[in-house]
Nanobody, 122 residues
Framework: VQLVESGGGLVRPGDSLRLSCAASGFTFNRYSMGWFRQAPGKEREFVATFTYSSGSTDYADSVKGRFTISRDNARNTVYLQMNSLKPEDTAVYYC????????????????WGQGTVVTVSS
């Protein structure tokens, strides 16, 4: 099983980035996918999730209206479009795969990527 994130980088406040997460080794379209982030000195926190069964999405309040999660089952890839980035969005971003449970919680996810660094600074 592999989840490989890409697309991170250094951007200025107000800029946009699109993160990608390529999955392999499991039946991607039978898993809900989530994005989490961890800032230095802080716990890993929920960012967004895409439920495989219903196709519904959900977001942390801090990113609602700015971030969009999407998935391409044909490419086994999940994306996180991040607009209007703020310095407080600076973190390592992780994608994760879940077969069920409460998707806001890290313990509901079975597979994790290594993360990609996003830095928002002027």
């Amino acid at each position: 099983v592999q989840l490989v994130e890409s697309g991170g980088g250094l951007v200025r406040p107000g800029d946009s980035l699109r993160l990608s997460c390529a999955a392999s080794g499991f039946t991607f379209n039978r898993y809900s996918m989530g994005w989490f982030r961890q800032a230095p000195g802080k716990e890993r926190e929920f960012v967004a999730t895409f439920t495989y069964s219903s196709g519904s999405t959900d977001y942390a309040d801090s990113v609602k209206g700015r971030f969009t999660i999407s998935r391409d089952n044909a490419r086994n890839t999940v994306y996180l479009q991040m607009n209007s980035l703020k310095p407080e969005d600076t973190a390592v971003y992780y994608c994760a795969a879940s077969r069920g449970g409460i998707l806001y919680y890290t313990r509901s996810y079975h597979y994790w990527g290594q993360g990609t660094v996003v830095t928002v600074s002027s």
